[in-house]
């Protein structure tokens, strides 16, 4: 993998991680159609690693908040930490304990085709969302739902972002904190990731680790523009639209699989 190819791939996991269209998809798209094979899942965790720092970015103030409650023993601070928490078990025990299966799943590059009309067909199904009417606070059934959907989103081609909001907003959260919440969610579940993969990144994947390095730093400075642009489409009510770029792909992607034999 070059420099340019890897800042490609950083800037594609960037730009999609956050919003509702599937980082990993894109990986498992782009790498495909760049005719790249990058074996297993290691340079994608690197990726994500680099769009943690996106998050911290962005909401540096809330977790700044949330540290301070935790030491403090705030117990609005404790109890949304453990949501955080708690939602994060659903894909710790599916990425335990089906690690090789999601791994067989990225090396499948008709899966995101398929996962990509799936999460087209979640966010639609949000077309009628009305802010006002989703005032629900946090509640232990509610982390735990929006964590099976995190869990689902494992699947390349699955929006991690997508599965998540829509679950919540489902659930009556309100979009500004389906948002965040999801984004902050994201946080232990990377750096789990980075942690039971760590021997393998460590090891050496093949990779120079100056495209590793190039590919974390475009991944990292796009995903906060990402974040931003996510809020605002959520708050404007057209998160649904994104389907309309979601089916397409899907399809074309798919089609291209069958041309190419």
Do not use: C, K
């Not at 340019?4 to 509702?20: I, K, S, V, Y």
């Amino acid at each position: 993998m070059t420099g340019w190819e890897a800042a490609f791939l950083g800037f594609l996991q960037g730009a999609t991680e956050f919003l509702p269209v599937s980082s990993s998809g894109h990986l498992v798209v782009g790498q495909a159609l760049m005719g790249l094979d990058v074996p297993g899942v290691q340079f994608e965790v690197a990726l994500h690693v680099a769009t943690m720092v996106s998050v911290v970015t962005v909401y540096w103030s809330r977790i700044r908040g949330l540290a301070h409650g935790t030491v403090t023993r705030d117990r609005t601070a404790l109890a949304y930490v453990g949501f955080v928490l708690i939602a994060t078990i659903p894909a710790a025990i599916i990425g335990v304990g089906l690690g090789d299966l999601v791994e067989r799943l990225f090396d499948a590059p008709i899966v995101p085709g398929i996962a990509f009309l799936v999460t087209g067909g979640l966010l639609w199904s949000t077309r009628n969302f009305r802010q006002e009417n989703n005032s629900r606070s946090l509640t232990v059934r509610i982390a735990i739902l929006i964590g099976v959907a995190q869990a689902f989103a494992l699947v390349p081609g699955v929006s991690r972002s997508g599965a998540t909001v829509v679950m919540a907003l489902w659930l009556g959260v309100s979009a500004y904190e389906a948002a965040a919440f999801s984004f902050l969610m994201s946080l232990p579940a990377i750096v789990g990731a980075a942690i039971l993969q760590f021997p393998e990144l460590s090891g050496g994947v093949g990779i120079a680790p100056a495209s590793i390095l190039i590919g974390m730093g475009v991944a990292a400075v796009t995903g906060v523009a990402a974040i931003r642009t996510f809020v605002a489409v959520l708050d404007s009510g057209s998160f649904h639209r994104f389907a309309y770029y979601l089916w397409p792909l899907g399809v074309t992607y798919l089609g291209v699989l069958w041309w190419m034999g």
